[in-house]
């Protein structure tokens, strides 16, 4: 969630902010987040000093490897996977493989492209899609 929608005078608001800034905004974020648990970014700065790089660093590798915010589905993609996942078949047909597609790459900013392997596609985007459905529910 991106947006807070709601009184901005609510406790939720405060705490939502807070989680919110503290958000990683990607790979340099994270391995900072390490780097200070384990103490050695304070050894890093004690040797190299206060412009060690390690913010320039930081910010290339957001850059490079960002974190990846899943998006909302929308109220037909809502109703067209209620249909496949409250009526399952043993079998996807091709064109509903397609439409899955279409949702899973909107919804989590990615490429994903057909494949005959019925696994592949089961455990990469199928299940993906039906725990992001039983959030919704």
């Known amino acids: 969630m991106t947006e807070f929608k709601g009184d901005k005078r609510t406790k939720e608001y405060k705490e939502w902010k807070k989680n919110h800034e503290n958000a990683?905004?990607?790979?340099?974020?994270?391995?900072?987040?390490?780097?200070?648990?384990?103490?050695?970014?304070?050894?890093?700065?004690w040797l190299a000093g206060n412009d060690c790089g390690c913010d320039e660093r930081k910010n290339k590798l957001n850059k490079l490897f960002?974190?990846?915010?899943?998006?909302?589905?929308?109220?037909?993609?809502?109703?067209?996977?209620?249909?496949?996942?409250?009526?399952?078949?043993?079998?996807i047909l091709s064109d509903e493989q397609k439409r899955?597609?279409?949702?899973y790459n909107r919804v989590f900013s990615d490429n994903v492209q057909p494949t005959n392997c019925s696994p592949c596609f089961v455990n990469g985007v199928y299940k993906k899609l039906e725990k992001l459905y039983e959030e919704y529910k």
């Open 66 to 91: 960002p974190r990846r915010i899943t998006k909302c589905l929308n109220e037909k993609e809502f109703i067209y996977l209620q249909e496949k996942f409250e009526n399952r078949k043993s079998t």
């Open 100 to 103: 899955m597609l279409e949702i």
């Open 24 to 45: 990683s905004k990607g790979l340099g974020d994270n391995v900072e987040k390490i780097f200070k648990a384990t103490g050695i970014k304070k050894a890093v700065k």
